[in-house]
């Protein structure tokens, strides 16, 4: 009896001793045992591509490490698949940092990461160290700029989950994505100050299935902008300010654009923000949709426009010669459940295109008070909204 439970106990033993085994055999390729610095000032870019290309190109499953340090990364990185399999980035505790001087960056991106499937990225800090390019022009008034580069672009990176990441002072965008499908990104951390120029936090294009969860943006551009070909995006318990808070578009300004079809943002909240919920679109321009678009359990806390929908956005000079109402055809939107306060009067702005009305938008139990003075306006043109509940302002009814 006793000789047989030994057995099994030297079998479990060894079972155990092969699955360890098994789980060794995932490669951890860490960056500083690949040679990086990590000490702020060398460049530990080009170890750290080399690196990737270790990882991406090994039998998986493998890890690209960044043990606890800061990383000087020279642009551009550029981390590509596909992969042999699944793959991890795992940053806990590490910063990687951009160079300040804006002459070294020729390209859009700092950080470039494309045709992974699978990938996993955990932890990490990315500083665009942008303080010094916000001062330079605007990418929308000078094409010169718009070489700005973006922190983290993410091009067709699927199947994928970004956690626990945090981007800062970006010198453009801090988050680019654009062909990634069914991807998360989860407590994702951005900060930029308020001032800062192009900066949104994510912006999303052609893409089909994204969800953006429990993060915290504050940045000097849009928390969230959902470019041309959005679709199902979900966006859940975010919170946003300083910023100019979530904004589908800005649509109709160029040709052929695909439509941004279903927007879900619900439990977030928007402090001292310039928008809360708004939909853009250029006058003039060109055709686009917009549908199945629903924000709901919102609260904005000292918010200048709290619900908008602008048809006429027209923030430069060059948009006023192509005017005349906008091509952008807008239905099946709701606003539900959306409570505070607005900086200004017309706390809720529904401004459609005369050629392209707004169909099926409803407002269901709107509740926003003007910070002081006289109470809160609505404004409406090219629209009947179906009105659900309580909505304060009253919505278009004169
Ligand atoms: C995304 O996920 C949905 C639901 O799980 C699935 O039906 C769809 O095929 C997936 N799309 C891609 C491109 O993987
Ligand atoms: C989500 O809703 C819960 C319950 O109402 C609330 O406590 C929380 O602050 C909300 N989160 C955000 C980001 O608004
Ligand atoms: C609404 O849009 C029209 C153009 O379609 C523009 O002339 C008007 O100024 C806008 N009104 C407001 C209040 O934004």
Request: proline content about 6%; charged content about 20%.
């Amino acid at each position: 009896m006793g000789i047989i439970i030994k057995l099994i106990q030297s079998a479990l033993c060894c079972l155990f001793l092969l699955s360890l085994a098994v789980k060794n055999h995932a490669a951890v390729i860490d960056v500083k045992t690949k040679g990086a610095k990590g000490d702020g000032v060398t460049d530990d870019g080009p170890v750290i591509m080399n690196a990737w290309n270790e990882a991406c190109g090994g039998a998986p499953p493998n890890t690209l490490l960044f043990p606890p340090g800061t990383y000087m990364a020279f642009p551009h990185i550029k981390l590509t698949g596909p992969c042999k399999g699944p793959i991890e980035i795992k940053a806990t505790g590490a910063t990687i940092k951009a160079p300040s001087d804006l002459t070294l960056f020729k390209k859009d991106t700092w950080i470039y990461i494309s045709f992974v499937d699978g990938l996993t990225m955990t932890g990490g800090t990315f500083d665009g160290q942008g303080q010094q390019s916000w001062r330079t022009k605007n990418c929308n008034n000078d094409k010169a700029a718009c070489t700005k580069p973006v922190n983290l672009r993410l091009r067709h990176v699927s199947h994928s989950l970004i956690k626990d990441v945090t981007s800062i002072h970006s010198k453009r965008f801090h988050i680019a994505m654009m062909g990634c499908d069914n991807t998360t990104l989860d407590h994702i951390t951005i900060n930029a100050p308020g001032d800062s120029v192009n900066t949104d936090g994510v912006h999303t294009s052609k893409l089909n299935g994204l969800k953006i969860l429990n993060s915290d943006i504050k940045t000097g551009d849009d928390c969230i902008s959902f470019g041309e070909g959005s679709k199902n995006i979900h966006v859940e318990k975010v919170t946003c300010g300083p910023g100019h808070g979530f904004s589908i578009g800005s649509l109709g300004n160029s040709p052929n654009e695909e439509p941004v079809q279903g927007i879900w943002v619900k439990n977030c909240t928007l402090a001292r923000t310039d928008n809360g919920v708004r939909i853009k679109t250029w006058p003039g321009g060109y055709p686009g949709t917009v549908s199945d678009v629903h924000f709901e359990d919102i609260v904005v806390d000292k918010v200048a426009n709290p619900i908008i929908i602008d048809q006429n956005y027209c923030p430069f000079r060059s948009c006023v010669q192509t005017s005349g109402p906008s091509k952008v055809k807008i239905s099946d939107v709701s606003f539900r459940n959306i409570k505070g306060t607005s900086t200004t009067q017309i706390s809720l702005k529904l401004n459609c295109s005369a050629e392209a009305p707004c169909i099926n938008v409803e407002l269901d139990n709107v509740n926003l008070v003007h910070t002081r003075g006289p109470p809160a306006k609505s404004r409406c043109f090219n629209i009947k909204p179906k009105i659900v509940g309580q909505v304060v302002p009253p919505a278009c009814s004169a």
